[in-house]
């Protein structure tokens, strides 16, 4: 550990930078606070090229935890309280940051295997959301996010926290426009699913073909047309209870959790009939 | 409108109060700040006891409009912005406040119709997801939703945010005690389908009796044993990917849909087999 002892330091006035969306992008580098999100982060493989600790905050033994965790290929930086409370997002600092490289994929470049939901988000724009969002793909086996249009950074702090770890486990990408996604989609051979508040079948009558993309709405309005118009089909959850609308984040779960368990279901099937020598004609 | 124009207004100082859980208990009250929600509450029947606008923040258009939907029975104040700021919780107050009698039913009053899901939230502490879940469980048709143990106040200012109006819209009841809970499901004929986050059946594979009480566990712990073992069933929602868990407002909305969805299919298959009086015995 290298001490810092000056704001003006290089090192933590790149930190702080890496606060704002801007410096984020241009970095190509993005921060997560606390301990437990760091922990999570290097059990998913992520190679912090910083890492900032107070062991005023962080206490004797999380550090030393810490310090065992980071690799020599990390910069590890000590500082005092004070700075440390510059370079922290967190009105309660814990003591750790670490700083890493953004993790996106071009859109080319994702990889979707031959049974596997893909999420889209279209301009979501709460970041507790799109973190929800992202911890939901991963447990549902999503192969990818790709955030489309005007949305907010995956790389943010809130979506880290909210996301619980999954930041750093599911492939992400992002398609500035629609038709950026909608031609992917169609290249790599995936089905698209609108999800629309109204009009369109329930969600549950659709069987979902093995390599499916869920396209979801902002909080606010619903999908553009061009996302409409160029989907395999549009989807609605039905709501017995009448309410409005649904948070976005519960609607990518309920549609992600229906095509698990049609996946399951299959995949069951399948295994009694390769059983019984059946092949499902009774 | 009748003038407010002391920090030490009598109505303003109870109002004030309302801002903690304490206040809210001692004076069977609530706040609710904001146009769009103080006309969700309207519309869906609320009835304020008192209202407190500020001109200067609301505008003259949208004052006359909440004046409008405002019944006589209804003491309405009017602040200067200083004093205003000092009764809004939010950081940009819009200048409008309603003050109303909190709406919980005792438990025993609750009324579950012959085929409903109930919401069980066991000490849920984040009050974005408790409003998430009311708002979840109102589009799902649940009959109610009921906290249980040490869980956030459904009446702070997020959960009526998060809620999105649903807030008014479900009946909301309290247990202290998971006895409270179990006790009153088991009088009322209802099944407890206790989640968990493994070991217990595959959320689809069990077919919900048309009245079942989902419990679901708090953000960081699972259930405890005493909800657990009066259960009917402990389902898990199967999660492919492996991610440790889930957002425990994602989970009660996976269960909630599944519910919905067993109850349309079977409400078709009755439908189908009436139409070719058919008692499905093939």
């Known amino acids: 550990m290298r001490p810092i002892e000056s704001p003006h330091n290089p090192h933590l006035r790149r930190l702080r930078a ?17 301990l437990l999100l760091a922990e999570e982060a ?34 590890t930086w000590q500082l005092p309280e004070a700075l440390f409370r510059l370079a922290a997002d967190t009105t309660t600092p814990q003591g750790i940051i670490l700083v890493a490289p953004r993790r996106e ?30 911890r939901t793909a991963h447990a549902a086996g999503a192969a990818a996010v790709v955030t489309v249009g005007e949305a907010t950074d995956p790389f943010a702090g809130k979506v880290a926290r909210s996301s619980m770890g999954s930041l750093f486990r599911v ?25 629309t508040a109204q009009g369109g079948s329930a969600h549950y009558d659709v069987t979902y073909p093995p390599r499916t993309a869920f396209v979801v709405g902002n909080e606010v309005r619903g999908l553009p047309s061009e996302l409409r118009e160029g989907a395999w089909r549009e989807i609605t959850i039905p709501m017995p209870g009448g309410a409005e609308s649904l948070n976005a984040a519960v ?21 009694a009939s390769a059983v019984t020598g059946d092949e499902g004609e009774e």
Chains 1, 2 share one sequence.
């Open 42 to 75: 290097l059990a998913a493989g992520l190679k912090p090229e910083e890492a900032f600790l107070c062991p005023a905050l962080l206490g004797g033994e999380k550090t030393e935890r810490a310090l065992a965790a980071l690799s020599a290929e990390t910069d």
């Open 105 to 134: 994929q071009p859109l080319s470049a994702l990889d979707v295997p031959a049974e596997a939901p893909v999420l889209a988000a279209w301009e979501v724009r709460d970041p507790g959301n799109l973190g929800t969002m992202i």
């Open 251 to 271: 609607s990518a779960a309920v549609v992600l959790f229906e095509f698990a368990r049609q996946s399951a279901l299959r995949h069951r099937a399948e295994a």
């Open 171 to 195: 492939p992400l990408a992002h398609a500035a426009r629609a038709e950026e996604f909608t031609s992917w989609a169609a290249a790599s051979g995936l089905a698209v699913a609108a999800l």
């Open 18 to 34: 890496l606060h704002t969306r801007k410096g984020r992008q241009e970095q190509g580098r993005f921060l997560l606070e606390g």
